[in-house]
C-alpha cells in the first residue's frame, strides 16, 4: 500500500483531481459552477482564478502524460503483452526458491510467499532455518553454498525430485563489504562476486530451462539502487549490482529472442539502505548521516505483489531516491555535479583500509 505521504505528493498529478478540479470551475453545469465560483471569488481575485484554471490543465496534461508513459513502461517491461500471465499460476501448487532465505528480505519473503499458499524452497548458508521459519509448513530448506555451480544443480534436483520443478526464483542471497578499490582484498572481492553475480549464472542454469520448457516462470533479481551510483566506499559493492542489472536485462532479451519463451517474467528491485542484517555493521553511521533506511517488509511487499500479479517490472525503492537511476542518462556537467552535491549525503561507510562484510 502507497504511504500518506506518496499519496499527498502525487495528488497534484493525478489526472482524477485535476481533471475533476478543472471541470468543475470550467465544464460543469451552471447550477453547480456558479456557486462554487461565486464562493471562490470571495477569496481569489478573477486573474487568479484564471491563474487556477491554467495551471490545472497543465497539471492535468502532465499527469495524464505520466500515466500514459507508466502504462507503456509497463508493457515494455512485458515484451507488450498486454495481458498478464497470472492466470497461468494456481499459488498452492507453485514452487519458488528463495536464496538467501535464513534472514533480511529473504526471511520476509518465504514468510509472505507461504502465507499465499505458495511452496517455498528456502535455500541458504546456515545449517538451520530460525525457528519461526521452521513452524511454516509451506516452507522446506535446503541448504546450499551458492558459489558452486555443481552444489545448485544438485540443490535442483533433489527439490525437483522432492517437489517439482520451480515456476518462481528469487535471487536474494547477497555479500557486502565496505571499503575503497585501493584496499579491497582478494578474498572480499572473490566473495562479493560469486555469491552477488556469479551464483545467479548457476541458479539460473538450474531452475530456467524448466520455466522455459513451461512457457511460465518468475525470476526476481535483488538489485540495489548502488546498480546506478557507486559511492565512496561501496565500490565493489556497486560493481556486484551493475552487474546483476546488466544480466537481469541481458537475460530477458535472451529468454524472448533465443528460447522463445517471453512469457518468463523478470523482475529487478532496486532499494536504498534497508534494516537488515547487511546494514548492521553500518547503521549508526547511516542513521548519523540521515540518511532514508527503508522497512525490509516494504521489499517484501512490492516482490510478493509484483509475483501475484503475474507480470515483471523493475522496482525502485527509497525515498524519493529514484531519479538516481537516469543520473548516467544527463550530460556529465550535471551528473557528477550532483554527485559532488551527493558527497555529503552519502556516508563513507568505513574508514578507508578497512573491511566489514555481512552475508
Known amino acids: 500500500m502507497p504511504s500518506a505521504g506518496s499519496l499527498v505528493q502525487n495528488i497534484p498529478l493525478s489526472p482524477a483531481v485535476t481533471g475533476g478540479l478543472l471541470y468543475a470551475l470550467t465544464r460543469a453545469p451552471e447550477q453547480y459552477r456558479r456557486p462554487l465560483l461565486q464562493r471562490l471569488s470571495q477569496y481569489l481575485s478573477p486573474q487568479a482564478i484564471a491563474r487556477t484554471v491554467t495551471t490545472l490543465k497543465w497539471l492535468f496534461a502532465l499527469g495524464l502524460a505520466r500515466n500514459v508513459n507508466v502504462f507503456l513502461s509497463d508493457i515494455a517491461q512485458n515484451n507488450f503483452r498486454l495481458r498478464s500471465e497470472k492466470s497461468k499460476y494456481d499459488w498452492p501448487r507453485e514452487i519458488a526458491v528463495v536464496t538467501g532465505a535464513a534472514s533480511g528480505f529473504g526471511k520476509l519473503m518465504s514468510q509472505d510467499l507461504a502465507a499465499k499458499c505458495v511452496n517455498v524452497m528456502a535455500v541458504d548458508i546456515v545449517d538451520e532455518l530460525p525457528r519461526d521459519l521452521q513452524k511454516i509448513d509451506k516452507i522446506s530448506y535446503y541448504k546450499c553454498d551458492l558459489q558452486s555451480r555443481d552444489a545448485v544443480m544438485e ?153 501475484m500479479s503475474g507480470t515483471g517490472k523493475q522496482i525502485l525503492l527509497g525515498g524519493g531516491t529514484s531519479w538516481l537511476s537516469g543520473l548516467r542518462a544527463w550530460p556529465h556537467w550535471f551528473s557528477q555535479g550532483m554527485i559532488q552535491l551527493l558527497d555529503k549525503r552519502i556516508p563513507l561507510l568505513t574508514p578507508l583500509g578497512t573491511e566489514k562484510g555481512k552475508q
Not at 556469479?198 to 516462470?217: S, V
Not at 561501496?234 to 517471453?262: D, F, I
Open 155 to 307: 540443490l535442483q534436483e533433489k527439490i525437483a525430485h522432492e517437489h517439482g520443478d520451480a515456476s518462481i526464483l528469487i535471487n536474494n542471497a547477497g555479500v557486502c563489504y565496505e571499503h575503497s578499490v585501493l584496499d579491497a582484498t582478494e578474498k572480499s572481492v572473490h566473495n562479493m562476486f560469486n555469491v552477488n553475480v556469479i551464483a545467479h549464472y548457476w541458479t539460473l542454469q538450474a531452475f530456467l530451462p524448466a520455466m522455459i520448457k513451461k512457457k511460465k516462470g518468475h525470476v526476481v533479481t535483488l538489485a540495489s539502487m548502488a546498480s546506478f551510483l557507486s559511492p565512496p566506499g561501496m565500490v565493489p559493492y556497486c560493481n556486484t549490482k551493475a552487474a546483476v542489472l546488466s544480466l537481469h536485462e541481458g537475460l530477458g532479451q535472451e529468454m524472448r529472442v533465443n528460447y522463445n519463451a517471453p512469457e518468463i517474467k523478470f523482475t529487478s528491485i532496486h532499494p536504498t539502505y534497508a534494516a537488515t542484517p547487511l546494514l548492521t555493521p553500518f547503521e549508526d553511521v547511516v542513521k548519523e548521516a540521515k540518511y532514508f533506511i527503508l522497512d525490509p517488509q516494504t521489499v517484501s511487499d512490492a516482490v510478493v505483489n509484483q509475483i
